[in-house]
């Protein structure tokens, strides 16, 4: 079995945020990046298929700048046996753009005559939620795309999916090739090891330059959330209740 899994290198989730000083994109400044964690999930099930399958190849892709690499050598830490840098012309920031289409077209014509069996990616990238890649990428490759997938099982040639939805579970199925978008619970990504971390030192990773397509999403400006308000005690025990109820009446209007 032939894997791709898509990745992307997005701001740590636990950094704290500052808009930049154009307004339109995030102040990079010591700010440390991560693998983002929904493509985590389908690097695992990527390694996770491939054993089961008893063989086959692993290969991760990024759309990027020379950074996107140290996220690709994670994955190959993890256990990916090679990746492919898509480098984007410039420094990079233009991917930072919330512009699905323009990655998706990359990726597409890096993936389309690779062969492969399934194409993971994860849900979502945690800095813009857009989930757009996914569903973009199997339609420019002409190949079915079940998205947000917590279960997942390969057999046969085909898929069987569930996934999560408003008060149940939806049970998709599809032939392979196929794009899959990963959600949490789908497994329990593992951790890097020291060996997996000295062993992706020596795997291949190929660099290869593209030229991303104009966007046709436009960031106007980004803002910092307000600022929470402090707490306040109105008292202790069951006494504090009547002007805790008052309060969120009158203040919060919430009740």
Known sequence: MKIAVCLKRVPDTVAKIVPGADRK????????FVLNPYDEFAVEEALALKDKAGGGETVACAV???ASGETLRTALAMGIDRAVLLKAEGDGRAVALPDG????HALAAELKDGNYDLI???????DDYNQQVGPMLGE???????????????????VLAEREIEGGIEVSTCRLPA??????????????SLKGIMAAKKKPMETKPVTLGPGTLEVLALEAPPERKAGRIVGEGAGAVPELVRLLRTEAKVL
């Open 64 to 66: 990027g700048s020379d």
């Open 101 to 104: 289409l323009a990655v998706a």
């Open 140 to 158: 420019l490759l002409e190949l079915p795309c079940i998205t947000a997938v917590a279960a997942l099982e390969v057999k046969d040639g085909g």
């Open 179 to 192: 794009v899959i978008t990963c959600d949490k619970g789908l497994n329990n990504p593992r951790l890097p």
């Open 25 to 32: 994109s995030i102040d990079e400044t010591g700010l440390k």
């Open 120 to 126: 993971l990616l994860g849900k979502l990238a945690v």
